[in-house]
């Protein structure tokens, strides 16, 4: 499976004069649609405008995780990502919290000054109405789309990426996946536009390689393993169904088949039977 791994990359975009940072996958186009054996995954780049040194959004509408809390609900695994992978990979992993829904305006992580007091923080942005200095953070601002609406349909049903209430859509995951089962094909929907390709997991087997190569009387017999034992005793078989007509046809071939007429003794003329014979050997001239 080729793994979807989000990177943060400098791309030539701006907006407003404002230089533009893309996390995610960020080459593929639109989206990008990973298949692998049992799973399809669809996840979208996101742009932000690109690094803000000491600053965040002057906002109550915000949530966020402080290193050394309990790492629960949408922040869970960014302890990990800190202590384990380090700074960098936790920014990757504060970022994808906020593409979790289109309702992100902006993140924030902590800034230098605040890495060396030895704390760190991931702060998501439901609105930034307006900026102010922040000495602890350095913020993210998000750009347009904003949106990663996606829908599936397979023979299993319809899997989506969001909710609809009252006409109002609100992406609910990064990503959607979708189960895959072999050679069942997945039509997919992104931002309401159509993939005319049918997706899904189409496995090629190799054909069986033949035991022999040639026609070898003793590969065959020897060395083509199930095959050369169903051989054996075929042959035997045929051996034996022609020994068996053979020594029947030995002893059974001077038998007449028909049956022998039983002996009867001869029986005495009659009186007038004696007579005709008598009669018919008289010689008249």
Known sequence: ???????????????????AVCFGPCDHGAYQSTVSSTML??????????????????????????????AVNQFEGLDTAY???????????????????????????????HVA???????????????QYNEHLDLFERMEPKTCFAKATSHAGVFVNYLETNGIVSQTTRTLNV???????????????TNETTLGYRPYRSPRDLPCQQLDSRCLFLEAGGYSALLFALFLFIVGFNSCTLWV??????????AKRPDRPLRKPSANRRRKLVRSSEMYF
């Not at 793994?3 to 404002?18: D, M, N, Q, W, Y």
């Not at 992978?85 to 990757?92: D, V």
């Not at 998501?124 to 109405?129: G, I, K, S």
């Open 1 to 19: 499976m080729h793994r979807i791994i989000a990177t943060l990359c400098l791309v030539s975009i701006f907006s407003k004069g404002e230089a």
């Open 179 to 193: 189960p895959l089962q072999k050679f069942f094909d997945v039509h997919l929907t992104v931002n309401g536009q």
């Open 41 to 70: 995954v669809v996840e979208c780049p996101r742009f932000y405008v690109a690094r803000q040194a000491n600053t965040g959004c002057q906002t109550s509408m915000k949530a966020e995780w402080v290193l050394g809390n309990p």
């Open 83 to 113: 202590t384990d992978l380090g700074r960098a990979e936790a920014e990757l992993a504060c970022e994808r919290v906020c593409a979790g829904t289109n309702s992100c305006e902006a993140f924030a992580v902590s800034s230098d000054a």
């Open 249 to 258: 046809s030995l002893t059974k071939g001077g038998a007449t088949d028909a």
């Open 117 to 131: 007091e030895q704390k760190w923080q991931c702060t998501v942005y439901y609105a930034c109405p307006s900026k």
